[in-house]
Structure formats: C-alpha cells, structure tokens
C-alpha cells in the first residue's frame, strides 16, 4: 500500500496550486484519504479529510473556503485544490491513507507518501 504526492512547488500569495495523491497496490476509492502538512518547527496538521464513501468531509478552519479535496476514482487519485494562497501555508504537503477516520488526525493514518513541498511568497 503506497501513496504518492505531487504537484507542490513556489507560488505567489493569492495564487493556486492543485496537488495529487496517487495510489499504488489498492483502490484510494476505498480507503478514507488525509492531507497533511507540517511546517519547519512545527507539528504535523490534519488540512482536510474525506472518507471512504466522501459521506464526511473535514477542512481545518484555516483554508476552509480556500481548499478543495476530491477524487478522481478512474485516476486512482486523490486532489487537493489550493486557492487563495497564503505565506502560512508553506510547509511539506503529505497525504495518507486508511479505512477510515474519526479526527483527522495523523495518529488515524497508517499509509503515508513522503511529502510535497508548498512554497508561498509574499
């Protein structure tokens, strides 16, 4: 079971940046998908959740209104559509992958890529 991002890079505030979760050796169709991120010195943060059946959505209050989480099941993969840039929002971008989720906490996903990093200039 693995995943794997892309899509980070640098971009100016108030600019967009699509990153994509694919999956390899099972169905992301099946699995609840998490976005993380976690800034130099700082813990890692649940950025948006979406379950198996994309019943429950979760965006932290911080990019609600600004992200967007979605599935494209023909692709295998799992987006996360960033608008309205902001500098705070720099950090290493992962996504993971499990049954299911209750918080959207780290501690609730077993499956994880190694992270893309979001770079956002003033």
């Known amino acids: 079971v693995q995943v794997e991002e892309s899509g980070g890079g640098l971009v100016q505030a108030g600019g967009s940046l699509r990153l994509s979760c694919a999956a390899s050796?099972?169905?992301?169709?099946?699995?609840?998908i998490g976005w993380f991120r976690q800034a130099p010195g700082k813990e890692r943060e649940g950025v948006s959740c979406?379950?198996?059946?994309?019943?429950?959505?979760y965006y932290t209050d911080s990019v609600k209104g600004r992200f967007t989480i979605s599935r494209d099941n023909a692709k295998n993969t799992v987006y996360l559509q960033m608008n309205s840039l902001k500098p705070e929002d720099t950090a290493v971008y992962y996504c993971?992958?499990?049954?299911?989720?209750?918080?959207?906490?780290?501690?609730?996903?077993?499956?994880w890529g190694q992270g893309t990093q979001v770079t956002v200039s003033s």
């Open positions: 993971a992958a499990d049954w299911a989720y209750h918080y959207c906490l780290s501690s609730e996903f077993a499956s």
């Open positions: 979406i379950s198996m059946f994309d019943d429950s959505i």
């Open positions: 050796g099972f169905t992301l169709q099946h699995r609840a």
